[in-house]
């Protein structure tokens, strides 16, 4: 069981109490507000559970006037720590400033952490968060969170909302950017054919349909021009919406090599370590990494936390090298079969995601080199894509 710095500072005992007396102590401590956790019951009948040592003393009070019989298991945390040591005043002393340079230290903000996922460079944002007063080593009470949120998107436009939460000692950064989606922005635009087809139906939502029910289109052709005129007969430029559901013939191949490389692992692994504390980085172990190796690299980093609660400005970066060469494999005809059946379905999704297929001819060959896969396909889609109209 994992318990928060704070209980370990207060102290707390694990305590068992028999069967006999079980739910009158239950009852009893539920009575008299006592808090207690960790309750477990054992095969028995009795039961262990966990108090700190302030709540502890109240119930030892309650039940000397009483026939209930608890014992304590074991005690931990700084009060016995100091209890057992308290003839040596030098580690007792050393152990009271520790904990109040761990106390002073809360008040800091050791790390700076992006947690969202944004075009801009996460390095970029804690820059601009330094430029507002919050930065490694920042005191947390000068902090007013809320207008430094305010202020954030105030000075940098680019960002709709941010958010900084404060966990430890670590701070948290949610952000988001302004995204200009394309529904959005005014830009005038046509709707132009992806696939050629025979034109089913059409909604226009915005512009001027340039088709008709039965019309055979080609990729490319104008399906709703962004250029409408008004009563007056003048012209102008808008923003083309609409939908053009067409049957079309389209044919997709996807071609798989007998023969192919892939990546295999030598089993030769390097390493290096370094040290980092805030943002200062000092090397302490480095394997000799040969420079012509072909290789993947991975990054791993950890940590220190404290009490499993505050995080520590100091943790240890391992970036690992694998060394890898490249063979030579061969697909059996079954194999290149399953793989290109794999990719042809991966393509399909991409190119038609939300075409009503009506039917498929499957063509298959099979070269000395390679087996080659087309679907011959017709289907039902809406084929408007976007053009814009060039206003300059």
């Known amino acids: 069981m994992a318990f928060s710095g704070v209980k370990w500072l207060w102290g707390f005992r694990k305590l068992r109490c028999e069967r006999l007396h079980s739910v009158r ?37 309650i039940l000397d006037k009483t026939d209930i019989k608890v014992y304590s ?22 152990l009271v400033i520790y904990l ?40 947390l009470p000068e902090i007013d ?11 940098y436009r680019e960002f709709s909302w ?52 039965g019309n055979v289109v080609k990729p490319g052709d104008l399906l709703v021009s962004g250029v409408v005129e008004n009563k007056e007969g ?32 030598t089993g030769r692994r390097f390493e290096e370590k370094r040290i980092r504390f805030f943002n200062l980085t000092f090397p302490y172990f480095s394997d000799n990494v040969p420079k012509d190796i072909t290789c993947t690299s991975l990054r791993e980093t950890e940590s220190a936390v404290l009490f499993e609660v505050i995080e520590l400005p100091l943790s240890i970066e ?16 079954e194999e290149a079969e399953s793989a290109a059946e794999a990719l042809m379905k991966r393509k399909l999704s991409d190119e038609l995601p939300d075409a009503e297929l009506i039917s498929v001819e499957t063509e298959e060959k ?11 396909i017709k289907c039902r889609m809406d084929i408007t894509t976007p053009a814009d109209i060039e206003t300059q």
């Not at 969170?145 to 000075?155: A, M, Q, S, T, W």
């Open 366 to 376: 099979k070269t000395e080199t390679s087996y080659i896969l087309t679907l011959n």
């Open 318 to 333: 391992k970036q690992v090298y694998r060394e890898y060469t490249a063979k030579d494999f061969v697909y059996s005809e």
């Open 100 to 139: 109040g340079i761990i106390f002073l230290s809360s008040l800091f903000i050791w790390d700076i952490r992006v947690v969202s996922n944004t075009d801009t460079p996460h390095n970029v944002i804690i820059k601009n968060l330094e430029t507002l007063g919050c930065f490694e080593g920042a005191f």
């Open 145 to 155: 969170f809320e207008n430094l949120c305010i202020d954030y998107v105030g000075k």
């Open 73 to 94: 298991v074991y005690c931990k945390g700084v009060p016995f720590v100091i209890k057992a040591r308290r003839n040596r005043w030098g580690l007792v002393l050393g």
């Open 234 to 265: 003048a012209y102008r430029l808008c923003r083309a919406r609409g939908e053009v559901m067409a049957t079309v013939d389209t044919t997709l191949t996807v071609e798989v090599p007998f023969c192919y490389q892939k990546q295999v692992y």
């Open 25 to 61: 102590l239950l009852n009893l401590m539920t009575r008299e507000g006592i808090d207690y956790f960790g309750l477990v019951r054992c095969d028995g009948g009795e039961i262990n559970f966990f108090l700190l040592e302030k709540e502890y003393k109240i119930l030892m009070s």
């Open 162 to 213: 941010i958010s900084v939460n404060v966990k430890g000692t670590v701070a948290y950064v949610e952000i988001q950017e302004k995204k200009l989606h394309s529904e959005q922005t005014q830009e005038p635009r046509n709707l132009i054919a992806s696939h050629g087809g025979i034109i089913e139906d059409f909604s226009v939502y915005e512009g001027r349909s340039h088709v008709a029910a």
